[in-house]
C-alpha cells in the first residue's frame, strides 16, 4: 500500500513537469499529470511534422510545447521530469536535472508505486509479448479481472482509474522501462536473456537491467525465471522470495513447470500433477510451447488453477504481428512476424514450418551476429528478399555463408518492393514470411506499424490475384 509520504511525493499539482518523448508513454504521462493540475511542458527532439498524430492524442490539453530539440532549461528546472523509455538517459539536459536534484519518472516505474492490486512483470529478449497475453488469457479464464499494458503498445497511468484493488495487472516490460524504476512487481518473470539491443547498451548494461525487475522484490514476493537460459538462471542468486523454475526438460528440482513425455507438469510444494500436453499448444514452432509452459508457470504463481491455464492453453490464437497469418495468395500464404525484431526471433520463425520459405528481412541493425540466421535462410528458403536500412548489412552476413542452393537474394528498398517481389518468388505450397530480425525505426513508428503495412500490401496482393482465382 502507499503510505502518506508517497502520496505526497507524487503530488503534481501545481508543479512544473516536463515530458520528454512524445510515443505512447509519452502521451501517457500528459494526459495523467494535466489532469492532475500540473504545468506541462512537452519535449521532443522530433518537429512538429513527425509528432501530428501524437499531438493529435494530447489536443485540448494546456501544455507547452517544446519541439525540435530537447530544451535544456525546460528539464534542469522543472519540479519532476517524465522520461519515455526511447529517450537516452544520458542526454546533457538529463544529467542537469539530476545534477540538480529533479526527480525522474518512468511510466512503468510510477505505475509499479501506484497499482492498487498485484502486479506481474513479464520480461525477456524473446517471447514476451505471447507470454504476456497468454497469461492475460489464464487470468480472465479462471474469472479474475484483468489489465494488460506496458510494451505492447498500451500505456499504463490512463488505466490507472479503472483498477481496483482486486484487479490483476500483467505488464510487458523492456529493459528500456526497468531503467528507472525502484519496485518489483509482486510476480515477476525473466524468460532469458540473450544480446539485444547493442546497438544502445553494452551486453552487461542490458543484462543488468532485465535483472532489475526482480532486483527490488521481497520476501513474499515470487520470482519466475527460465531454467534453459543461461543468464535467467543465473539470476536465481539475487532471488529474495518464493523462486519457481519454468523448463522444457524435467531435471530441474524444487518448484516448477517442467516437460515429461511431451505433458506440462506442475510441482508445487512437492506435488506434481499434468496441466495440458504440448500438442494442445495452438501457436507454431517450439519456441511457443516454450512460451506456454513460461506462462502456465506464471499464472500458477498467481494461483489460477490447473483447469483454466489449460482452457486458455486450448483456445488461444496468438497475438498480432507474431507469426500472424494474413492471406493466401495463389497457394501461398504470407505470414506477419513483425515483432521478430532480432536475428534470433528470426530463426524462431523460420523453424515453425515444414513449407519453402521466402523471407523477407531488414530495417534497422541492433548490432547483433547474423551469421548462423544467415545460415538458417539460406538452408531452408526458397528465396530471401532484403529491404530498408539495413539492406546490405544483411546481404554482407548472407554473402559469408555457403549458398550450394543457390538461393536468390534480391535487395529492394523498401518493404513495398521487398513484397512484390517475394510473391513473384513464391510458388504454390510456399510460405511468405516477413521476420525482418530487425527494428522497425528505419521506417516506422514501431513494429506494429511495419506489421500493418505488410497486411495492407498482402491484402492489395490479394485483390489483384482474384480474378486469377475464379
Known amino acids: ?21 512524445l510515443g505512447i508513454e509519452g502521451v501517457d504521462f500528459v494526459r495523467y499529470i494535466t489532469r492532475r493540475g500540473a504545468n506541462v511542458t512537452i519535449s521532443d527532439s522530433k518537429p512538429r511534422s ?35 523509455q526511447s529517450v537516452p538517459l544520458d542526454l546533457p539536459a538529463i544529467n542537469g536535472a539530476r545534477e540538480n536534484g529533479v526527480p525522474l519518472y518512468s511510466m512503468v516505474g510510477l505505475f509499479l508505486e501506484l497499482a492498487p492490486g498485484p502486479v506481474i512483470g513479464i520480461t525477456g529478449s524473446s517471447g514476451k509479448t505471447t507470454t504476456t497475453a497468454l497469461v492475460a488469457e489464464m487470468l480472465r479464464d479462471d474469472q479474475r479481472d484483468v489489465f494488460v499494458g506496458g510494451n505492447i503498445g498500451v500505456g499504463l497511468l490512463e488505466h490507472l482509474a479503472d483498477l481496483r484493488p482486486y484487479s490483476w495487472s500483467v505488464l510487458e516490460v523492456s529493459h528500456t522501462q526497468l531503467q528507472l524504476t525502484e519496485r518489483s512487481p509482486h510476480i515477476a518473470a525473466v524468460l532469458n536473456i540473450t544480446p539485444n539491443h547493442l546497438d544502445r547498451f553494452s551486453w552487461e548494461e542490458y543484462k543488468r537491467l532485465k535483472g532489475n525487475l526482480i532486483r527490488y522484490q521481497e520476501a513474499d514476493d515470487i520470482a519466475i525465471l527460465g531454467y534453459d537460459d543461461v543468464e535467467s538462471r543465473k539470476l536465481s542468486r539475487n532471488v529474495r522470495g518464493k523462486l519457481i523454475w519454468f523448463t522444457m526438460g ?66 488461444f490464437r496468438g497475438v498480432p504481428h507474431r507469426i500472424e497469418l494474413v492471406a493466401d495468395v495463389n497457394g501461398a500464404r504470407y505470414y506477419n512476424d513483425s515483432i521478430a525484431t532480432t536475428p534470433e526471433r528470426t530463426v524462431a520463425g523460420l523453424r515453425s514450418f515444414e513449407q519453402p520459405v521466402v523471407l523477407l528481412l531488414g530495417g534497422r541493425d541492433k548490432n547483433l551476429p547474423l551469421d548462423e540466421m544467415a545460415r538458417e535462410a539460406l538452408g531452408r528458403c526458397r528465396g530471401i528478399v532484403l529491404f530498408g536500412e539495413s539492406a546490405g548489412l544483411l546481404e554482407e552476413a548472407l554473402r559469408r ?39 522497425s525505426y528505419d521506417a516506422y513508428d514501431n513494429f506494429e506499424r511495419r506489421g500493418e503495412h505488410f497486411r495492407a500490401l498482402v491484402r492489395q496482393i490479394t485483390e489483384e490475384a482474384q480474378p486469377s482465382q475464379r
Not at 502520496?7 to 516536463?18: I, N, P, Q, S
Not at 492524442?57 to 532549461?73: A, Y
Not at 515429461?260 to 510451447?289: C, D, K, T, Y
Request: charged residues 20%; glycine residues 10%.
Open 1 to 21: 500500500m502507499i503510505d502518506i509520504r508517497q502520496l505526497e511525493r507524487l503530488d503534481f499539482a501545481g508543479k512544473d513537469v516536463t515530458v520528454i518523448g
Open 50 to 84: 513527425k509528432l501530428a498524430g501524437r499531438l493529435h492524442d494530447v489536443e485540448g490539453l494546456e501544455v507547452n510545447l517544446s519541439l525540435g530539440k530537447n530544451d535544456g532549461r525546460a528539464v534542469t528546472r522543472a519540479d519532476a521530469v517524465f522520461i519515455s
Open 401 to 439: 555463408e555457403q549458398n550450394p542452393r543457390n538461393v536468390p537474394v534480391i535487395r529492394d528498398s523498401d518493404l513495398e518492393q521487398a513484397v512484390s517481389t517475394a510473391s513473384e518468388l513464391a510458388q504454390p505450397g510456399d510460405i511468405v514470411l516477413l521476420s525482418p530480425a530487425c527494428t
Open 250 to 315: 524435467s531435471g530441474v528440482s524444487g518448484d516448477a513447470v517442467f516437460v515429461r513425455n511431451g505433458i506440462a507438469m506442475a510441482r508445487w510444494n512437492g506435488v506434481e500433477e499434468p496441466l495440458f500436453s504440448l500438442s494442445s499448444v495452438q501457436l507454431r514452432g517450439r519456441h511457443n510451447q516454450e512460451n506456454a509452459v513460461a506462462a502456465a508457470a506464471i499464472a500458477l504463481a498467481g494461483g489460477v488453477s490447473p483447469d483454466a491455464i489449460a482452457c486458455a492453453i486450448g483456445s
